[in-house]
């Protein structure tokens, strides 16, 4: 039987969150590096690839040694088959991912409008022989923004399902321990998972109640419990 479930929850911006845009374009004056933005509302998004790369990336910097970390072809299996991996040769299939990150759009829009949905942060570069600034204007969405959250999982395999979400939950919890977007380093992109639960998408399950309790696992790596 054909099954689908549903991890549905928000995500909290604890500092501010840079996910760049083009700069192609900047009025004179305004932010030469802008967030991205749905082009509907031009409230900002977090697009589910940005997800998608960091936590992949998060877990696979866990699970092998070394700094260097392999091609997404050559990543271990309970990772390839979460997020895909391409074939390596004409004798090797490529593996199709089991998780869809979706968009992520502001879901506390109502409450931002006095102070707007984002800020202007200032950065400089000072050259250490002349001590000459170089200032850069990053936009960045403000700290308690939310968003929504929706990833849909394929069950391809039953007996995988546990493992599977125990390994997408490590990677949440691994993520609110570093950063998402831009400027991690200086301070910007903490952000935490909230209101997190298992939906029976397509199909039918006996184990939503364990997935769930996976799940609740990543609430208690937050680092900043504003």
């Not at 998608?52 to 998060?58: A, P």
């Not at 208690?220 to 419990?225: E, K, R």
Request: hydrophobic content about 40%; aromatic content about 6%; overall charge neutral.
């Amino acid at each position: 039987m054909y099954q689908k479930l549903m991890i549905q929850g928000k995500i909290e911006v604890l500092t501010g969150l840079h996910i760049g845009a083009s700069d192609v374009y900047a009025a004179i004056g305004a932010a030469n590096s802008p967030v991205v933005r749905d082009p509907k509302t031009q409230y900002p998004i977090i697009p589910g690839s940005s997800l998608k790369g960091k936590i992949r990336t998060l877990l696979v910097r866990d699970a092998v040694e070394g700094y260097v970390l392999p091609e997404p072809k050559d990543d271990p299996p309970p990772i390839a088959r979460l997020f895909g991996k391409p074939a390596s040769s004409a004798e090797t299939k490529a593996v199709a991912s089991r998780l869809q990150f979706m968009d992520c759009f502001l879901a506390n829009a109502d409450e931002l409008m006095d102070t707007g949905f984002t800020e202007v942060k200032t950065e400089n570069s000072i050259n250490r022989l002349t001590s000459i600034a170089n200032p850069r204007p990053l936009e960045r969405v403000i700290r308690g923004a939310k968003f929504s959250f929706a990833v849909i999982y394929n069950v391809e395999n039953p007996a995988e399902v546990e493992e599977d979400f125990q390994t997408l939950a490590k990677g949440m919890r691994l993520l609110q321990l570093d950063y998402l977007g831009g400027h991690g380093s200086r301070g910007s992109g903490r952000i935490r998972f909230e209101d997190l639960k298992v939906i029976q998408a397509a199909g039918e399950t006996e184990k939503i109640e364990t997935l769930q309790k996976t799940l609740e696992g990543v609430k208690d790596a937050n680092v900043l419990p504003l």
